[in-house]
């Protein structure tokens, strides 16, 4: 399941962004879509997804409070909300498609194999 995410860029702390991860050749309303990140020299961080009867699960503590995910029927896309930047915000932001969040993040190694896609740069700085 393809999908690409785009949205990033610059933001001052305590800034708002919005990401998108749109799906092409298939209808992202019929499955369960996550987000996660890798700051520099960190590990993967999963941190929201949500599932195709819309319930949003929520991974990363210190996001769960300022990020949210929306799904947009007519564009065929989720978004990632984020609220109240601030610089350990900054990383590389990636999306991904499978049939239940479980399969999500089963099928999204630890490491970047070359499967993540191409993400999307978030820098939090003043």
């Known amino acids: 399941l393809q999908v690409a995410e785009s949205g990033g860029g610059l933001v001052q702390p305590g800034g708002s962004l919005r990401l998108s991860c749109a799906a092409s050749?298939?209808?992202?309303?019929?499955?369960?879509v996550g987000w996660f990140r890798q700051a520099p020299g960190k590990a993967r961080e999963r941190l929201l997804c949500?599932?195709?009867?819309?319930?949003?699960?929520k991974y990363a503590d210190s996001v769960k409070d300022r990020f949210t995910l929306l799904r947009d029927s007519a564009k065929n896309a989720v978004y990632l909300q984020m609220d109240g930047l601030i610089p350990d915000d900054t990383a590389v932001y990636y999306c991904?498609?499978?049939?239940?969040?479980?399969?999500?993040?089963?099928?999204?190694?630890?490491?970047?194999?070359?499967?993540w896609g191409q993400g999307t740069r978030v820098t939090v700085s003043s």
């Open positions: 949500v599932t195709s009867t819309l319930n949003t699960l």
């Open positions: 050749g298939f209808r992202l309303d019929y499955y369960a």
């Open positions: 991904a498609a499978d049939s239940t969040c479980r399969e999500v993040w089963e099928g999204v190694p630890p490491t970047d194999d070359g499967s």
